[in-house]
């Protein structure tokens, strides 16, 4: 029998308080291994935390007795995350998935009171003993859109609602304005940041905001399909993001990126039931199918649809780099000359936006 037991994000029950010791230290193997799993929105978003939630049903599927998994949706980033994850560390789960960029300090800090528990941080760059870290190459899902993107325009104006200025969503802007510009020189790219990652009245009036700025094709980094249902309603091309959105906008939505956390999650699940796991900082893409695309909507042309299935390839094959000289920041200063290249640290550190982008980074 699976068990699954969900924990509101009051946590009101009382904690009791147990250790689980690192892979190797004493596990009692007769009893299963508590996962929990900390979520920023909902698991009906539709989107970043449903696709996360997926990956946590998957361990269900797989492991069956040997797990119990725990989650807890929609917990603010901040302070109260620090109690959030404490409580679950408190009450004996071993491994502890948090699953969004400001989850990474109460992570590191609960970790620290906390040492014979295995953390997973997702998107963050805080490791220590008992704490990795793990994040898809969202870039290159990005950048195939952007190819799309550029040929299927007509007004050159792609909007994009974004959550925060944070490096995981500006580098991801950047992956997609390249890709555009590629095929489409004259092609731009409007970014509105609305401050949350789920807030689907936000979103709406994000998408709305930029369909009357002449947004022909909207783009976002947001964790709900309110951004693609305005574009269906308004006739415009979209793309989702997180998991495949078709169902929100069956006409518009050029494609979806799609998160598949289940490789990842089963790994590092069974890593810990081996007393394998070590502290490590992971970052994958499309070769090991962290990133997929949903089905192309049949309006792309083919020979858009030979091009993206090319340069995927590329990237499968370590054949293509995404951040190439010569490139140039919004402002139009030398970011790469030719032959340049930008390196993972350089990309996971990003902090500007690239010529083509029209909105700035807010101080």
Same mark, same amino acid.
């Given at each position: 029998?699976?068990?699954?037991?969900?924990?509101?994000?009051?946590?009101?029950?009382?904690?009791?308080?147990?250790?689980? !010791?690192?892979?190797? @230290?004493? %596990?009692?193997?007769?009893?299963?291994?508590?996962?929990?799993?900390?979520?920023?929105?909902?698991?009906?978003?539709?989107?970043?935390?449903?696709?996360?939630?997926?990956? =946590?049903?998957?361990?269900?599927?797989?492991?069956?007795?040997?797990?119990?998994?725990?989650?807890?949706?929609?917990?603010?980033?901040? &302070?109260?995350?620090?109690?959030?994850?404490?409580?679950?560390?408190?009450?004996?789960?071993?491994?502890?998935?948090?699953?969004?960029?400001?989850?990474?300090?109460? &992570?590191? =800090?609960?970790?620290?009171?906390?040492?014979?528990?295995?953390? #997973?941080?997702?998107?963050?760059?805080?490791?220590?003993?008992?704490?990795?870290?793990?994040?898809?190459?969202? *870039? #290159?899902? =990005?950048? @195939?859109? !952007?190819?799309?993107? !550029?040929?299927?325009?007509?007004?050159?104006?792609?909007?994009?609602?974004?959550?925060?200025?944070?490096?995981?969503?500006? =580098?991801?802007?950047?992956?997609?304005?390249?890709?555009?510009?590629?095929?489409? $020189?004259?092609?731009?790219?409007? /970014?509105?940041?609305?401050? &949350?990652?789920?807030?689907?009245?936000?979103?709406?009036?994000?998408?709305?905001?930029?369909?009357?700025?002449?947004?022909?094709?909207?783009?976002?980094?947001?964790?709900? $399909?309110?951004?693609?249902?305005?574009?269906?309603?308004?006739?415009?091309?979209?793309?989702?993001?997180?998991?495949? %959105?078709?169902?929100?906008?069956?006409?518009?939505?050029?494609?979806?990126?799609?998160?598949?956390?289940?490789?990842?999650?089963?790994?590092?699940?069974?890593?810990?039931?081996?007393?394998?796991?070590?502290?490590?900082?992971?970052?994958?893409?499309?070769?090991? #199918?962290?990133?997929?695309?949903?089905?192309?909507?049949?309006?792309?042309?083919?020979?858009?649809?030979?091009?993206?299935?090319?340069?995927?390839?590329?990237?499968?094959?370590?054949?293509?780099? *995404?951040?190439?000289?010569?490139?140039?920041?919004?402002?139009?200063?030398?970011?790469?000359?030719?032959?340049?290249?930008?390196?993972?640290?350089?990309?996971?550190?990003?902090?500007?936006? /690239?010529?083509?982008?029209?909105?700035?980074?807010?101080?």
């Amino acid at each position: 029998m699976k068990r699954r037991k969900f924990l509101k994000s009051t946590l009101a029950t009382s904690a009791v308080v147990s250790t689980v !010791g690192l892979p190797g @230290l004493g %596990m009692a193997a007769s009893e299963p291994l508590k996962v929990g799993f900390i979520y920023v929105g909902p698991t009906g978003d539709f989107g970043w935390t449903y696709q996360h939630d997926l990956g =946590r049903l998957a361990i269900e599927e797989q492991f069956g007795d040997k797990v119990e998994t725990t989650y807890v949706e929609s917990v603010p980033e901040g &302070t109260d995350a620090d109690r959030v994850i404490r409580k679950l560390a408190a009450s004996g789960h071993g491994l502890i998935f948090t699953t969004s960029f400001g989850f990474m300090d109460p &992570t590191i =800090r609960v970790a620290e009171q906390f040492p014979d528990t295995i953390f #997973e941080h997702c998107t963050g760059y805080k490791l220590a003993d008992n704490v990795g870290t793990y994040m898809p190459r969202f *870039i #290159e899902g =990005r950048y @195939l859109t !952007g190819l799309i993107g !550029g040929n299927m325009t007509e007004s050159n104006i792609i909007g994009y609602v974004t959550p925060y200025p944070i490096p995981e969503v500006i =580098r991801g802007v950047n992956a997609f304005t390249v890709g555009l510009r590629k095929v489409n $020189p004259d092609a731009r790219v409007k /970014v509105v940041f609305v401050n &949350t990652w789920f807030d689907p009245g936000k979103e709406r009036q994000a998408a709305e905001a930029l369909i009357n700025q002449g947004a022909d094709v909207l783009n976002k980094h947001t964790d709900s $399909p309110a951004v693609i249902q305005v574009a269906e309603d308004h006739d415009v091309y979209s793309f989702g993001y997180d998991s495949d %959105m078709r169902e929100f906008g069956p006409n518009t939505q050029l494609t979806s990126i799609i998160l598949n956390w289940e490789p990842y999650y089963l790994k590092t699940v069974q890593q810990v039931l081996d007393g394998t796991w070590e502290s490590t900082s992971v970052w994958e893409g499309m070769d090991k #199918e962290w990133i997929q695309l949903a089905p192309l909507l049949p309006d792309i042309p083919q020979d858009t649809v030979d091009l993206v299935e090319e340069q995927k390839q590329a990237i499968i094959d370590e054949e293509l780099t *995404i951040f190439e000289g010569p490139l140039r920041n919004q402002d139009g200063d030398t970011v790469l000359a030719e032959g340049e290249a930008l390196s993972d640290e350089d990309i996971l550190n990003m902090n500007y936006f /690239v010529e083509g982008v029209d909105g700035h980074i807010p101080g």
